[in-house]
């Protein structure tokens, strides 16, 4: 350490030769000059680190989104000569959904208690509940035998004659929609999916539209909205 002991004589004498000083001042120094630099240098590359992972994570899901389609796989009771005659319809469809979802860290999903509603030039032919379904990590999910099915549904004529010409064409196309369960609170959102396959093919539609998610609250007598204005039944927006 910088320290000898002599012995002159009888005395045991103690000399100090300066580096155990000078090593001391050294890592005084270090201490608390270099020291704090380093370690923040150090927290500085972990905070960064950490900002800059999901940025660069996100990257890869940038300018995609999911791609929602729907398949009419079977449908029963819209036969042209025998069905289209009369005025009302007992119509039955088996519908397969479809989500692609080519995001490596997203996920889309037809959530619990969606309904699968189908029309035909804007009359509601069928609708029947929607399993929950989710796509995720790049990969392709499906769910089939969605069933959909109608009652004693009343049909004008002129959509019923252009049905049973298109169907006898093999061109016709009938709407698929899927709506989500409407909630009450003020910040729930309800999302609209709508598909166009064509009935008889077994193709899935072309990518479905989702044009908006929106707030949406169902009309209860029991539940007084003072802060929502009516717009139309089963739907209340923000003033």
Not at 28 to 52: D, E, H, Q, Y
Not at 187 to 196: A, D, F, G, L
Request: proline share 8%.
């Amino acid at each position: 350490m910088g320290r000898s002991r002599e012995y002159l004589g009888e005395r045991l004498v103690d000399s100090y030769d300066g580096r155990g000083e000078d090593c001391g001042e050294m890592m005084k120094g270090f201490c608390w000059n270099i020291l704090p630099g380093i370690l923040g240098a150090l927290t500085a590359l972990v905070l960064m680190s950490a900002l800059l992972y999901y940025p660069y994570k996100w990257s890869f899901d940038d300018g995609k989104s999911a791609e929602f389609s729907v398949a009419v796989a079977g449908v029963s009771g819209l036969d042209p000569d025998r069905d289209l005659g009369r005025a009302t319809l007992d119509p039955t469809f088996d519908l397969t959904v479809r989500i692609k979802e080519p995001r490596r860290y997203s996920v889309a999903c037809v959530e619990r208690g969606t309904t699968a509603a189908v029309s035909y030039r804007g009359v509601q032919l069928a609708s029947g509940p929607a399993p929950e379904l989710c796509g995720r990590n790049e990969n392709t999910t499906e769910a089939r035998s969605v069933m959909a099915w109608g009652h004693a549904k009343a049909v004008p004529e002129f959509a019923r004659e252009r049905l049973a010409e298109e169907l006898r064409r093999g061109d016709a196309a009938v709407d698929v929609t899927l709506t989500t369960p409407a909630r009450y609170c003020r910040s729930c959102m309800q999302t609209v999916i709508e598909c166009k396959p064509r009935v008889g093919s077994g193709e899935f539609s072309p990518r479905c539209g989702v044009p908006t998610d929106f707030p949406t609250f169902p009309d209860s007598p029991d539940v007084p909205y003072p802060q929502y204005q009516v717009l139309q039944p089963g739907r209340r927006l923000l003033r």
